[in-house]
């Protein structure tokens, strides 16, 4: 069966599951946010690292940019995984003074620097202790600001411009092997748009959703479970490459490449199992 008509076959997931415990005492990020964070309501395939193994190419998305695909994000590259990260939504959404009026910012042309001098002028108290300023700071520290995925341009270097974020080292030829959403609505846009573009590329991308509620402490959790993830697929990719041509594996094609494409589901049940308060979805889409 065609990949590319994935939205009409059934998906692998699984049911809904308790929320995960708190993380460990001694976070900076104690305290729940006013509203949801992410503004959910509204050259190669793959890289080696410095010893020559393969590192596999993961991108991050949630609503925007800021809380759940920011963790993953830093948790990805503090591991040596080429990584990039992006939002959904039309706009850029943060908790405000109440739920009737969020701080609200386009994509792509806002830094992260830019949010946080403005949150720090309105009211500092609020929103250092509803955890924003804190997430902000974190966030500029790893790129200039959020992208929006919609936006992105598959398969365009991303050169001078990207070469200071966190995760850049490795992703200059801008393709993914593997794109990780952090909520279903997400999930449904990037494939979406993925159908939507036409395969230009005519190259296999896996995308996976590891639902994770919109707060700082389960945005930990997640990004934990999501590292988890990836190393169980950098594992497997590695075994296979081995076995097949590598040459076809850096192209998105070959029997190693099929070899591993056809193992993703049974890597992620084994993940799930690992994992059951992370519900899960996977589709293989097409740049």
Wanted: proline share 9%; hydrophobic share 35%.
């Amino acid at each position: 069966m065609d990949p590319r008509l994935a939205r009409n076959t059934p998906r692998i997931s699984t049911p809904p599951q308790p929320p995960p415990p708190p993380p460990p005492t001694g976070s900076n990020l104690e305290v729940k946010p006013i509203g949801e964070l992410d503004g959910a309501n509204g050259q190669e395939a793959t890289s080696p690292d410095s010893r020559g193994s393969l590192k596999l190419k993961f991108c991050t998305v949630c609503a925007s940019n800021q809380n759940r695909s920011m963790e993953a994000h830093l948790r990805l590259a503090l591991a040596s995984y080429p990584v990039i990260s992006f939002g959904t939504g039309s706009l850029v959404r943060l908790p405000g003074p109440s739920i009737t009026q969020p701080n609200v910012y386009p994509f792509n042309v806002t830094s992260y620097e830019q949010i946080h001098s403005e949150l720090l002028s309105k009211d500092p108290r609020l929103y250092r202790h509803n955890g924003v300023l804190s997430m902000i700071e974190r966030n500029r520290a790893v790129k200039f600001g959020p992208e929006r995925w919609q936006d992105w341009a598959i398969g365009k270097p991303r050169l001078e411009r990207y070469k200071s974020d966190r995760g850049s080292k490795g992703f200059e030829g801008g393709v993914a092997d593997i794109v990780i959403t952090c909520e279903e609505r997400c999930w449904d846009a990037v494939v979406d748009n993925l159908l939507e573009r036409g395969s230009p590329l005519n190259r296999p991308v896996h995308i996976i959703n590891v639902d994770i509620r919109d707060n700082h402490e389960e945005a930990l959790v997640g990004g934990r479970a999501i590292l988890d993830l990836a190393d169980s697929l950098n594992a497997v990719a590695s075994e296979e490459r081995e076995k097949g041509d590598v040459t076809g594996w850096m192209n998105g094609t070959g029997e190693g490449r099929q070899s591993f494409d056809h193992r993703v589901p049974e890597i992620l049940a084994e993940w799930q199992e690992r994992w059951p308060q992370m519900p899960a979805l996977w589709t293989l889409g097409w740049f």
